[in-house]
């Protein structure tokens, strides 16, 4: 990931910019993890009407290819950010198991609850592989 763009991402994330929700980017005024990037990516960027539009009305983002994404990273995003996939991930060993194991920043903010404080620091600490 480039670390302007997660320098951004954390800063953020830590603001009381942005309240969380789960399951979708952005959903009623409030944002998952992965929507705040989208959302620091049209703030960043001129985007077409389309897409403006639809991520103010429908918490779905319109790419430059056309495609609508309202669950994962758009490609703009992604491009942009430098992550390397639609939900950026990191992969450690997990002792208790004894295998490696991946932590998703869906699953994180959806599943596991954390808060987006939480979530800053999981960036902060590894941003050069997600």
């Excluded at 953020?12 to 959903?27: I, M, V």
Aim: aromatic share 12%; charged share 25%; glycine share 4%.
């Amino acid at each position: 990931m480039k670390y302007e763009v997660a320098k951004q991402w954390i800063t953020a994330l830590r603001s009381d910019e942005y309240p969380q929700c789960t399951n979708q980017l952005r959903q009623d005024g409030s944002y998952c993890c992965l929507g705040v990037l989208t959302d620091l990516f049209i703030k960043n960027n001129e985007v077409n009407a389309e897409a403006r539009a639809s991520w103010e009305a429908q918490g779905a983002y319109v790419d430059s290819e056309g495609v609508r994404e309202a669950f994962s990273l758009p490609q703009d995003v992604i491009k942009w950010a430098g992550v390397k996939g639609s939900d950026p991930h990191t992969v450690y060993y997990s002792e208790d198991e004894c295998e490696d194991s991946e932590q998703w920043a869906t699953q994180l903010n959806d599943d596991e609850h954390w808060s987006f404080q939480q979530i800053a620091n999981w960036v902060e600490e590894n941003w050069e592989v997600l």
